[in-house]
């Protein structure tokens, strides 16, 4: 299985933009980039995805290499919510469609 | 996007007793999963949930220590069987429907065994 490979953690300040990596140098051509986070005490939730193309919707924007071996989680304008463990994700698992999981990063956002 | 309800959000067991965790998704979705986070640690994919059929395990976790039932596109249930304070963590269900690619979660159920 392809893997990731993200900062343990990071810190950003409030209301600054914050570029999230995430290292998947054996990705392959059918594997989906995906990213959640989990706030404290919840469940996961859903950020963004993207194969090739750069993505953006109203949480986040998602740059991916071109050859992609890598890719950036980027928020705009951090707020004191944003402070999670942030999942860079490629779908995996047995049936196909399920996230595994990697230990993410934790980050912190600072008034 | 769909809401996931957990049952019990949080509970104490005795160590050799078993407890099943109810999952419930207020539309139809067509993959359900079950997760497990221990205390500090990232999820870990147990099994996909398959309606109507046996669950498709992922390594290291059997059918006879997690029992998964599907019994239709909205419903779930996880028990986790002979209980032993290593199975203390959180358990979560997730569901999705594929064409979107986007997974959603549950609050997670905490489970403390003594």
């Known amino acids: 299985d392809a893997k990731t490979t993200q900062p343990n953690s990071m810190e950003s300040n409030e209301e600054e933009p914050v570029h999230l990596p995430c290292n998947h140098s054996?990705?392959?051509?059918?594997?989906?980039i995906h990213w959640y986070r989990q706030l404290p005490s919840q469940g996961p939730e859903y950020v963004i995805h993207g194969l090739t193309s750069n993505v953006n919707n109203r949480m986040a924007s998602l740059a991916i290499a071109e050859d992609r071996k890598s890719s950036t989680l980027i928020l705009h304008r951090a707020t004191l919510r944003d402070a999670a463990v942030y999942y860079c994700i490629l779908k995996v698992g047995r049936s196909g469609y399920a996230l595994n999981f990697g230990k993410g990063t934790s980050l912190l956002v600072t008034p | 996007s769909a809401v996931i309800s957990q049952k019990p959000s949080r509970d104490i067991c005795q160590r050799g007793t078993s407890l099943t965790i109810q999952c419930q998704v207020d539309?139809?979705?067509?993959?359900m999963f079950w997760y497990r986070q221990q205390p500090g640690q990232s999820l870990t994919l147990i099994a996909t949930?398959?309606?109507?059929?046996?669950?498709?395990?992922e390594s290291g976790f059997v059918i006879d220590k997690f029992p998964i039932s599907r019994p239709n596109l909205t419903f779930s249930t996880l028990t986790v069987s002979n209980m032993s304070p290593e199975d203390s963590s959180i358990y979560l269900c997730s569901a999705g429907d594929s064409s979107t690619g986007e997974l959603f979660f549950g609050e997670g159920s905490r489970l403390t065994v003594l």
């Open positions: 054996t990705i392959s051509g059918t594997d989906y």
């Open positions: 539309s139809q979705v067509t993959m």
């Open positions: 949930a398959n309606q109507g059929s046996e669950a498709t395990y």
